[in-house]
C-alpha cells in the first residue's frame, strides 16, 4: 500500500498557513482555487497517459519522478495561465469528481458557517490525497504494473479489471478502496 501521509501532512500544512493568510472571505474560495487547480492538472496528465503519450519508465521511482514533472508542466503551461477562465466559463464541469459551482457555493457558506468551512477543509484534503492516487497510479502503470495489479498494490485489494478507467472512475476506485479508509483513520481537523 502506498503511504499517504505525506500527502495529508502537504494539505494540513497548506490549509493553516492559508487561514493565517486570508481573510475569512478570501480563504475558503482560495481552498476552492487549489482543489480546482490540482484536479485539471491530474486529469491533463491522467488523459496523457490514456493517449499514451507518456514514456514507460524503469522502475517506480523514475516513473513518480517523471509523472511529478509532466504533472508541474502541465500546471504552469496549460493550467495556471486557463484556471480563472475556466471555472468562470464551465462552473458545471465536472473535473473528475470536483464542480467548481459546488464547491464555491461551498466556499460562500464557509465564509460565515465553520461547519460549512470544516466540510471544506476536508475535502481539500481529501481531494488532495485522491488526486495524488490518480498520479501514483499513472507511475506504476507506467512501470509496468497491471491495472488490477497497480490497484491491488496501492490498496491492499483486489478487484476485477474494469472495462474503462477515466480520470473520474479512477478518482472514484480510490475514493472507496484507498482514500476514505485513510482519511477516517488519518485526519483530524485543525482546529
Not at 509523472?67 to 503551461?77: C, H, L, T
Not at 470536483?98 to 477543509?121: I, N, V
Request: glycine share 2%; net charge negative; hydrophobic share 40%.
Amino acid at each position: 500500500m502506498i503511504d499517504l501521509r505525506p500527502a495529508l501532512n502537504e494539505a494540513m500544512r497548506n490549509i493553516q498557513t492559508w487561514r493565517n493568510k486570508y481573510p475569512s472571505s478570501v480563504y475558503p474560495h482560495k481552498i476552492v482555487l487549489n482543489m480546482m487547480y490540482r484536479a485539471y492538472s491530474t486529469r491533463i496528465v491522467f488523459e496523457a497517459f490514456q493517449n499514451d503519450d507518456l514514456v514507460e519508465q524503469d522502475n517506480i521511482q523514475d516513473a513518480m519522478n517523471y509523472v511529478m514533472q509532466i504533472y508541474s508542466q502541465s500546471a504552469a503551461q496549460e493550467v495556471h495561465p486557463n484556471l480563472m477562465n475556466w471555472m468562470a466559463t464551465r462552473p458545471n464541469e465536472q473535473v473528475g469528481t470536483l464542480c467548481t459551482a459546488r464547491y464555491e457555493a461551498l466556499a460562500s457558506r464557509a465564509e460565515t458557517d465553520k461547519q460549512a468551512l470544516e466540510e471544506l477543509e476536508f475535502s481539500y484534503a481529501f481531494e488532495l490525497l485522491n488526486d495524488m492516487s490518480v498520479l501514483y497510479f499513472i507511475a506504476l502503470r507506467l512501470s509496468g504494473y497491471s491495472e488490477v495489479d497497480t490497484i491491488s498494490q496501492m490498496s491492499g485489494v483486489i478487484i476485477e479489471q474494469l472495462e474503462y478507467m477515466d480520470y473520474s472512475i479512477t478518482k472514484q476506485v480510490f475514493q472507496q478502496l484507498l482514500v476514505s479508509r485513510f482519511m477516517h483513520f488519518n485526519y483530524q481537523p485543525l482546529p
